[in-house]
Every structure is written in structure tokens, then in C-alpha cells.
């Protein structure tokens, strides 16, 4: 006879839409990790010896974070719920491969984000970690791919730099032979950020969003919004669920003039990013371009989204190290390109908008607000997913956004390369990437620093282009306007000049 496994909570109304986006097949995974150099006697070739390897310390992170160790119970119910697993059997949430060159690191990624996990298990954790070794390298890259009900990116982050630490304390070597980690923790989930702080949406949210959201039908709440571009074919759930990506890493010196720029134009490095993201989808999707017969698009405008860690801006702060999800975002509406833009006043005006959103309290407001909502969607079984699948037909082409940009900062700083430090492992570079939603932003871009090496991943649904190499020429014309708007010696940039140096 099988033992029910232990409820340990309910699944609050934030981690149950995340868990109702796996149900209809919209949104997998997140993936967060290193590139690592080490350093160790006998090098681990093998899946059986990277499981020898990582045993002791995810049997301690075991201990550290519940969340490691649950599963999803009636998934599918109106009242889904976090249970505990007795014991994890990581042979089977740890898997192996070779690569090239670090370049290949893409394609990787690619493949894990096209595998969702799931919830139906019973057995196994919503976590995998990938060791892609690399030939004739003493480096490998490990990657945390996770689902979103269990951490956001600053606890997958600081998740993967205490697995880090955890490494070189022991410095590489394991006497254990069992791929079985029994669990013994007896400590509790983390608060989801509903019991932490009342995200109730004001009357004005429930007079607009909420009936705009939620109770009109698909044709009435576009024609009252402003269009907006989100891919070239619209969405549809008919279509696979298929994230391809493209994946660009700066150099050190790259990253060190892109920092130097935004400290020059006293900005961050997250609105540098946003411009050269919006010049780019205007170049290539919106722009007049004969060699493919496409037309200028003057009827759309462009949404972007800034998703916004809750952790520091609430009274009661929530430590990186607790995991779990505590992310909004901000959406920024009716973004106009024209000719004669300005690439650095642009890039201003975005950052007061989210200075506005992050430090005042309207602004703080309508980030909780988006999950205050959530109480006013269905109680019945089936109910949340049926308002996902509704997202096709309300929102504009089927998407939220045009783009998304997630940017993590700067990061494991504590087990960077640092001189001829005597550790086994070290932090070359990171990585920080998501799959893409069906019903989300038309392309997703996701933004890592670790050891002076900027990161980009950037992610879209097959389906949403007119084949991959379209999705590609967005990736390589975000790099090159970057560039050339932060020469040191360029005084100003505009939109013109993007378009006269494209491909």
C-alpha cells in the first residue's frame, strides 16, 4: 500500500498561477546556473559520478529549503496543494551531456526549456539540475531549471551560489554510493506573498483592470486598448508550445563599457537594455523593408514589461534565501518609435517610470494589485484555466507584451574567480534564462552579471515568427544598436540611426 504523502499548505493564489499555466501547457520553466571552472584529482565524467559528487550538498540544501522537496497534489482542482516527498532520488533530477565550445551553451537551454516538468508526479521534485560539460575544458556549466511555483531568480540565484559553496567545502569528493536522499527537514514553505502583505486591488482597479481583465469579452477590451505589436503570427493554442532561443555573452571589457555608459548617462544598465530592445523590434518587425516586402507599421504601438522583485520593497523585506515567487512586474504601454527617437531620452523617461513604480506608493500598489486580482477568477475546478486559454482571444495577437525584459544584476560574487584562491570551484560566468509563454510577451529576454560577463537569453514561441532566422536578426540588431548607441565618442543616437546601419 502506498503512505499519502504529507500536506505541508495549501498553494496560495500567486504559486496556483503558475501552477495553472503548466496545466494548459502555456509556460514551462526557468533556468539559472554557472559557468564553472574547476579544479579537482579525479574529473566526474559520468552521471553516476556527478550524483556521487552533488549528494552531500543538495542533501544539505535539502534541509535549508522545503521547496526542493515537494510536489504539487490535485493540480488540477481549484485547491491545489504543496505535499512533502519522504526521500528524492536525484539519478533522476540530474542529467548530463557534453558540449563543444561554451558558445553551444544555447542550444542547451533551448532543449531544457522545451521539457516541462510534471505535475502528475508524484515522485519527482520540480527541479533539475543540467551539467553540461565542456570538451577539452576544465569548465562545465551548471544550470538550476526549476518550475516557477517553487523560486523566483533571486532565490535560484542564491540558490546555486550556496550549491556553489557547498561544492568546495567538500572540495569534490563523496563516500556516498546511494542516489537516495532521505528528507528529514521538518521546517515550513516560506509564506507565499499574499500572507505577507495585503495585495486587495483599489476600488479604480476594480472598476478597470479587473472588469477589463476578467468580465469583457476579448472584442470589446481590445478595441479599448491602444494596439500594439506582439509577434509576427499571433497566438494561438492550437500550435505546439515550442521555445527556441538565441544567446548572446558580452566580454568583460564589453560589459565594462556597457556599465561605464549607463554611470556616464546616469541610468542602469536595465534601461540600456530596454532602448536597444524596442529600436531592435522597431527595426526588424515594424520598419519598412523591401527586401521582404514588409510595410511600414504605424497603426501599433509596442508594450514592454519590467518584472520587479517584491523581496525589498515590501515593510517586512524577504531574504534571497528564502525561495520561492515574489515577482511582479510593470507594464509600460503605448511605447512610440519614430525616426528622430532619441535613444538616451528614451531610455530616461523609462527609468523614471520605474523608479515611480518601485518607490512610491501607488507604484507598490499596483504591483501587488496583480495578485490581489487573482481572488476575483473562478472558484470552481477548471475555472483559472479556462481564463488562461481565454488570453488567446482577449488579449492583443494572444499576447501580453511585446517584449519582456528580466534582468538579474550583478551576482554570486562570493565564488567569482578571484586570483589563485585555493577552491575547487569557480564562477566563470552566469546564466539566466526562460522559456517562452504561450500567451506572454512576444519575445522574453532574461540578463545575468557574474564575474564582470554581462549574459542575454533571449526566448520566443516557434510559432510566433515566420521562421527562426527572424527571431535570430532580433537578437543580432539588439546587440549592434546597443553598441553604437554607447560609443564613448557618439553625442546622441536616434532612431534613423539604427535603421541606416541595420543589416
Known amino acids: 500500500m502506498i503512505t499519502p504523502l504529507k500536506l505541508i499548505r495549501p498553494i496560495d493564489k500567486l504559486e496556483r498561477y503558475n501552477v495553472t499555466r503548466s496545466n494548459v501547457n502555456i509556460y514551462n520553466n526557468v533556468i539559472i546556473g554557472n559557468r564553472i571552472h574547476y579544479s579537482l584529482p579525479n574529473t566526474p565524467t559520468t552521471t553516476q559520478q556527478w550524483v556521487r559528487l ?21 493540480h488540477l482542482s481549484a485547491k491545489p496543494v504543496f505535499l512533502h516527498l519522504p526521500a528524492v532520488d536525484i539519478s533522476s533530477t540530474v542529467r548530463t551531456l557534453t558540449i563543444p565550445t561554451p558558445n553551444d551553451i544555447g542550444a542547451v537551454l533551448e532543449d531544457e526549456h522545451n521539457m516541462p516538468f510534471d505535475l502528475s508526479s508524484q515522485t519527482d521534485p520540480l527541479w533539475r539540475i543540467v551539467i553540461a560539460q565542456i570538451e577539452n575544458d576544465q569548465s562545465f556549466y551548471l544550470l538550476f531549471s526549476f518550475h516557477h511555483v517553487i523560486a523566483d531568480g533571486r532565490s535560484a540565484m542564491s540558490l546555486t551560489e550556496q550549491l556553489i559553496h557547498l ?40 472598476l478597470c483592470e479587473v472588469t477589463r481583465a476578467i468580465f469583457l469579452p476579448g ?25 527556441q532561443l538565441g544567446y548572446l555573452q558580452f566580454s568583460k571589457a564589453e560589459t565594462s563599457q556597457i556599465v561605464a555608459a549607463a554611470k556616464t548617462h546616469r541610468t542602469t544598465v536595465q534601461a540600456l537594455l530596454y532602448t536597444a530592445s524596442v529600436f531592435a523590434t522597431k527595426s526588424v518587425f515594424m520598419s519598412r523593408d523591401d527586401r521582404i516586402g514588409q510595410e511600414e507599421n504605424t497603426s501599433e504601438a509596442l508594450v514592454f514589461a519590467t518584472p520587479v522583485s517584491l523581496r525589498g520593497l515590501i515593510p517586512d523585506p524577504i531574504a534571497p534565501e528564502d525561495m520561492g515567487n515574489y515577482t511582479s512586474e510593470i507594464l509600460h504601454d503605448n511605447i512610440c518609435v519614430a525616426h528622430e527617437s532619441s535613444y538616451w531620452e528614451m531610455t530616461s ?17 499596483d504591483l501587488l494589485e496583480h495578485f490581489g486580482m487573482l481572488k476575483f477568477l473562478s472558484t470552481k475546478d477548471g475555472g483559472w ?10 488579449d492583443q495577437h494572444g499576447r501580453k507584451a511585446s517584449v519582456k525584459l528580466s534582468n538579474l544584476g550583478r551576482g554570486w560574487d562570493s565564488v567569482v574567480e578571484k586570483g589563485d584562491e ?24 532574461s540578463a545575468a552579471t557574474a564575474n564582470g ?37 557618439r553625442q546622441e543616437y536616434l532612431f534613423r540611426d539604427a535603421l541606416q546601419g541595420r543589416y
Not at 385 to 394: A, H, L, N, Q, R
Request: glycine share 6%; charged share 20%.
Open 167 to 206: 561544492l568546495n567545502s567538500s572540495q569534490g569528493s563523496s563516500e556516498e554510493t546511494s542516489s537516495i536522499i532521505p528528507v528529514t527537514s521538518t521546517k515550513s514553505i516560506p509564506d507565499a506573498i499574499e500572507t505577507r502583505i495585503d495585495c486587495s486591488p483599489s476600488l479604480r482597479t476594480l
Open 422 to 445: 585555493n577552491r575547487a570551484f569557480t564562477v566563470v560566468d552566469g546564466v539566466f534564462s526562460q522559456s517562452s509563454g504561450v500567451t506572454a510577451s512576444a519575445l522574453t529576454m
Open 219 to 243: 472584442f470589446m477590451k481590445k478595441a479599448l486598448e491602444t494596439r500594439y505589436w506582439a509577434g509576427e503570427i499571433d497566438s494561438s493554442l492550437d500550435c505546439p508550445n515550442e521555445t
Open 453 to 489: 560577463v554581462l549574459t542575454v537569453a533571449t526566448t520566443w514561441q516557434k510559432a510566433g515568427f515566420r521562421g527562426r532566422e527572424r527571431a535570430d536578426l532580433f537578437v543580432k540588431e539588439f546587440q549592434r544598436i546597443l553598441f553604437e548607441a554607447i560609443e564613448p565618442t
Open 54 to 74: 552533488l549528494h552531500t550538498p543538495l542533501a544539505q540544501l535539502f534541509d535549508q529549503h522545503v521547496l526542493l522537496t515537494v510536489v504539487v497534489g490535485s
Open 385 to 394: 484555466e479556462e481564463f488562461m486559454k481565454s488570453k488567446v482571444s482577449k
Open 349 to 365: 523617461a523609462y527609468r523614471k517610470q520605474v523608479v515611480h513604480g518601485m518607490t512610491t506608493p501607488r507604484g507598490l500598489q
